[in-house]
């Protein structure tokens, strides 16, 4: 099922699934998805599903709607394409695009540089289970994500005093020591133990 996820700055703020023929985006708040503020319009744009195809329209917005960096009229949306309002990004993916990429565990580092200052160490994400066992992970993104589309993801975001997880999808909740995670954030501490879709990791903070 296609979905959006909304971030600002590499916060990931919401998620969405495409679930309807026609979904609307703007500042106003009958939108499907809203996003208030002054640079969203209050109809700015729609998504429009054909079948496994959505198409992303802007409803002649005062700031525009870009699409990886272009000002776009119409476009098809792609797994993986960005799609830009203000200072909003918004990350399509449409589940079921890869096969392969479901069956294995995706660590997936977001391309967004922190612009501010941080007081915060080096960390690594380090996999104890599976087919990974091993591997470890720099934490160097403002925002990570890690997990299986479709199973469990969950992002880990740099703040600039330390790390938050928190669960982006999953019908199989994610465990930090042990605890269920929501889309509430949870802040890291060396050492805690994350447990998502049947895989281990550890967070290691230097």
Not at 68 to 83: E, F, Y
Not at 127 to 155: F, Q
Not at 174 to 182: C, D, E, I, Q
Request: avoid cysteine.
């Amino acid at each position: 099922m296609p979905k959006m996820i909304v971030s600002i700055d590499g916060v990931v703020i919401k998620e969405v699934q495409l679930t309807k023929d026609r979904t609307t985006l703007g500042r106003r708040p009958y939108n499907d998805i809203v996003i208030d503020n002054l640079a969203v319009s209050g109809e700015h744009a729609v998504m429009q599903m054909s079948g496994a195809d959505v198409f992303l329209e802007d409803l002649n917005s005062t700031n525009g709607t870009y699409v990886n960096g272009k000002a776009i009229k119409k476009q098809q949306l792609q797994n993986g394409d960005t799609v830009e309002i203000g200072k909003y990004k918004i990350k399509f993916f449409h589940e079921g695009a890869s096969d392969q990429q479901e069956k294995t565990t995706v660590i997936n580092s977001g391309a967004v540089v922190a612009s501010e200052p941080s007081t915060v160490g080096e960390a690594s994400i380090r996999v104890m289970s599976g087919a990974a066992a091993g591997r470890e992970v720099p934490l160097v993104k403002v925002v990570t994500t890690i997990g299986k589309p479709g199973v469990a993801v969950a992002a880990i975001t740099r703040r600039p005093h330390g790390f938050v997880v928190a669960l982006v999808e999953g019908a199989v909740k994610p465990t930090v020591n042990g605890k269920a995670l929501t889309t509430e954030a949870v802040n890291l501490q060396n050492g805690d133990m994350i447990e998502l879709a049947g895989t281990q990791m550890q967070f290691v903070q230097a």
